[in-house]
């Protein structure tokens, strides 16, 4: 058991291939399933078009962990969970199986090859931005779902 202190990590999740939404709701329990990581809290279940891409719609949530991994060993543990759900890169943007992303993790900023925190991009994406409000409303102001507007995105029941 590691001493780290729990760190808050914010995780956006994705599918659009087979049963996209069993597949999302299936990632959320094995995220509580991580090592030293629970699930704090989920966000409800959101339906968008597939971004810069073709195929079928996504199902898309974000899930506020606690987890005492490490930011590299959260990113290595979220992708051994997309690779056991049949996850290939083909080319970028391609429809996926599951998609796995590290958004934030405690207050670090960080910037490797390999991963990249806060994630670069996640203000730019109303399919991570809508969910993220659900658990950390704090972090999504107004003008930023003003700025988003124009990306449709349906909240499921």
Known sequence: MSDR???EALVAIGANLGDARASVVQAMEA?????????????????????????????????KLETALTAPDLLLALQALE???GRERPYP????????????????????????????RWRERAFVVCPLRDVSPERVS????????GQP?????
Do not use: K
């Not at 943007?93 to 390999?114: F, I, K, N, Q, W």
């Open 31 to 63: 995220l509580g399933q991580l090592p030293r990581t629970r699930v704090v809290q989920a966000s409800a279940l959101y339906r968008t078009a597939p971004w810069q891409a073709q195929g079928p719609d996504f199902i898309n949530a974000v899930v």
């Open 93 to 120: 943007h391609a429809p996926r199986t599951l998609d796995l992303d590290v958004l934030m993790y405690g207050e670090a900023t960080l910037d490797s090859p390999c991963l990249t925190v806060p994630h670069p």
């Open 83 to 85: 690779q056991a759900a």
């Open 153 to 157: 995105i349906e909240r499921l029941t």
């Open 142 to 149: 107004e003008a930023l779902l003003t700025s988003l507007a």
């Open 5 to 7: 202190a729990p760190v």
